[in-house]
């Protein structure tokens, strides 16, 4: 069965600093990975996606991660921290079917001035 | 392009009360996906569609909880009778066949007294 987990369920960085999310997956199929970003009072939305191309993903707002799969991971990250890139993090796996995605708990990520 | 469209945004309902939450999922869309988001549980698949026809419903949680599909342009979630424990955020999303993105909707967020 498909399943990733976030570590951290609360990242605070300085404006301006790196931000590392993590997520690691168990798939028992080529896997097919997903962060979704979810800003306060909002559904969610895609920021990247990997499917088997580059292992190395760029997204919207200048985040981007990289499949390891060796490690199983797919962290996400980004130089440089803006304040309106706080919000809840979602790290998510293709499900057994095609359609289904498993999301992982959310990593809520603040920006300190 | 509209996107996912869902009402109310806010329900304040009795318990004991029924509850009818609606969404249109993106025209072309053929899969709609109902989550439901709480602090304790986190985002939860409650029931998926495929051209109007229920896939898996594995998530729902009890009989209480109901979902149709009547055409491809809208669906329901109903909860008859409501609880207080039924309190989160309501999402729908819709997705295309063989895209695995989903996009979601704003979500409903309902109170049961």
């Known amino acids: 069965a498909q399943s990733v987990t976030q570590l951290g369920s609360h990242v605070s960085v300085s404006e301006g600093a790196l931000v590392l999310l993590r997520c690691n997956y168990s798939s028992s199929v080529p896997p097919y990975l997903f962060w979704y970003v979810q800003y306060p009072n909002q559904g969610l939305q895609l920021l990247l996606k990997y499917t088997s191309a580059a292992t190395l993903v760029k997204g919207i707002n200048g985040f981007e991660a990289e499949f390891k799969k060796s490690e199983t991971s797919f962290h996400l990250t980004k130089p440089s921290a803006h304040m309106s890139d706080a919000a809840e993090y979602f790290c998510a796996v293709r499900g057994n079917s095609a359609s289904k995605i498993i999301f992982g708990s959310g990593t809520r990520l603040s920006i300190r001035p | 392009d509209a996107g996912v469209i869902q009402s109310p945004r806010h329900e304040v309902t009795e318990m004991g009360q029924e509850v009818t939450l609606r969404c249109k999922p993106i025209?072309?869309?053929?899969?709609l996906f109902w989550y439901r988001q709480t602090m304790m549980r986190g985002l939860e698949l409650l029931i998926y569609f495929n051209n109007n026809v229920p896939i898996d419903d594995s998530g729902m949680p009890e009989d209480r909880f109901s979902a149709k599909m009547p055409n491809a342009s809208f669906s329901t979630l109903k909860i008859q009778p409501s609880e207080p424990r039924d309190s989160a955020v309501y999402f729908c999303?819709?997705?295309?066949?063989?895209?695995?993105?989903?996009?979601f909707g704003p979500g409903t967020r309902l109170l049961v007294l």
């Open positions: 999303a819709s997705s295309l066949a063989g895209r695995e993105t989903q996009y």
């Open positions: 025209s072309g869309h053929d899969y």
